[in-house]
């Protein structure tokens, strides 16, 4: 008897191990592809815009057609403004109405609709499945609207309830940002290598031994990023950040027992720590993989700055897979500083997304990428981001495909890469 109970227990707690790591993967995949965090079950619909233009309830028409009863809220917003999933559900509904213009319904469970209208573009289709925070659309004006906003509403039972006794538009919220440059997996990968090897109080060797910050120290020095030799002035010398914020390469810093700073570990994601331990031979001490919480940290640091976010690699890598035409790495890279030469002129726009999305530019269907991009176009917008790969097309800022350039007959007026040639002003 007792031994069957051990099985039922042990098959228990295997099979908890097992959905955890599964919920840690899943995890870890939405924040590589970039989403947003709230505080609250229903989230804020548009993060980045708070004010409330017109209430649930009754209401004067504010243009022809506009319903007096309103259904919902609508939130002001300018045009092209992430629009995310209130709570986690299948979408029903992503299509073109007269009325709700470009709009979106989301079944969350057998109570709850949620409703997102008026947008300008839609990034998901009938029957995905999306997760709360995902972008799902880009804010407009199409339908009956009198101006650029996002209308949200719930249905609960098949009634339509005021959408602030379930969102906050005081909520907190956050953009992730993991995997922001290619550098932090690089260098966790990096560190990984040494697991197992000796703890040396003094030492800086990754193979020989070393002791805490000669570990960190070491692995930072391997990509080009100098920084003390100390626990203590590597804390200091750091930008401080929150453990919400914790990127992996980040560091995490502990105290002793006199409150002195004396130990640091790096950061690699999915709740833990690679670090140099102790001189207890391994996996006891040495260079081991720990517990985020195995000790309470006094402070958190940043070295890793990068020069662009999870959404400007989003919008590039959409872009990129979109309007390239062949499988040249070299044409992937011209389109993508396309996109980099905009962003650095007047009037195209001052962000990647900004560029990306301003109407009458980029024409491909580049929305259906922007959630699922496909590696090549990922890496290669990355190369273009972080400036490694070379630019073959120096301020150009226009391109149309090599077949439409030689039908106009401007084929040579530009630089053909990678089927589109490439012109410094519109020429059609």
């Known amino acids: 008897m007792d031994r069957i109970l051990a099985w039922i227990i042990g098959g228990f707690f295997g099979f908890l ?6 919920l840690g993967s899943s995890f870890e995949e939405s924040e590589g592809n970039g989403y947003y965090y709230g505080t609250k079950e229903w989230m804020w619909p548009v993060p980045e815009c708070r004010t409330i233009s017109s209430y649930f309830g009754k209401r004067n028409s504010p243009t022809a057609g506009a319903s007096t009863d309103h259904r919902g809220i609508d939130i002001a917003c300018q045009e092209g403004t992430d629009v995310v999933a209130s709570k986690g559900g299948t979408v029903t509904v992503a299509e073109a109405s007269a009325s709700e213009g470009n709009w979106i319904a989301i079944k969350h469970d057998e109570h709850f609709v949620s409703y997102y209208m008026h947008n300008s573009t839609l990034l998901v289709s009938a029957g995905d499945t999306v997760s709360r925070g995902q972008v799902i659309a880009l804010s407009g004006n199409t339908g009956i609207s009198s101006g650029p906003h996002s209308h949200f509403s719930i249905l609960k039972d ?6 602030l006794k379930y969102v906050d538009p005081k909520e907190e ?3 992730s940002t993991t995997a922001t440059t290619g550098i932090r997996k690089e ?5 990984k290598q040494f697991i197992g090897n000796k703890y040396v109080y003094g030492g800086t060797s990754l193979t020989n031994g070393a002791d805490c910050s000669g570990f960190t120290m070491r692995v930072y020095e391997h990509f080009d990023i100098k920084i003390p030799r100390t626990a203590a002035e590597q804390y200091h010398a750091s930008e401080k950040i929150e453990k919400k914020d914790l990127l992996p390469g980040d560091l995490l810093f502990y105290t002793d027992s006199s ?11 999915n709740s833990q720590v690679i670090h140099a331990s102790n001189s207890k031979p391994y996996p006891e ?11 309470k940290p006094c402070g958190y640091g940043r070295y890793i700055k990068a020069a662009y976010s999870e959404q400007d690699l989003k919008y590039m890598a959409a872009c990129i897979a979109a309007e390239s035409l062949s499988t040249s790495k070299e044409g992937q890279h011209a389109v993508g500083y396309v996109v980099m030469n905009r962003v650095n002129a007047k009037g195209f726009g001052s962000t990647v997304k900004e560029v990306v999305t301003a109407k009458g530019q980029f024409n491909s269907p580049w ?12 890496k290669s917008a990355r190369a273009v981001l972080e400036g490694t790969a070379a630019n073959p ?3 150009r800022c226009y391109f149309i495909s090599a077949a439409y350039a030689k039908q106009l007959g401007i084929e040579k007026n530009g630089i053909n890469v990678g089927d589109n040639v490439f012109y410094e002003k519109c020429e059609w």
């Open 367 to 378: 929305n259906k990428y922007l959630n699922k991009a496909p590696d090549w176009a990922l």
């Open 285 to 295: 001490g040495g260079i081991k993989i720990s517990d985020i919480g195995y000790r």
């Open 158 to 163: 098949g009634k339509y309830v005021d959408p």
């Open 187 to 191: 260098m966790v990968a990096y560190a």
């Open 173 to 175: 919220i956050i953009y």
């Open 259 to 269: 409150g002195q700073i004396s130990h640091v570990t790096m950061y690699i994601g």
């Open 17 to 22: 191990l097992i959905f955890c790591a599964i």
């Open 393 to 395: 097309i120096g301020n």
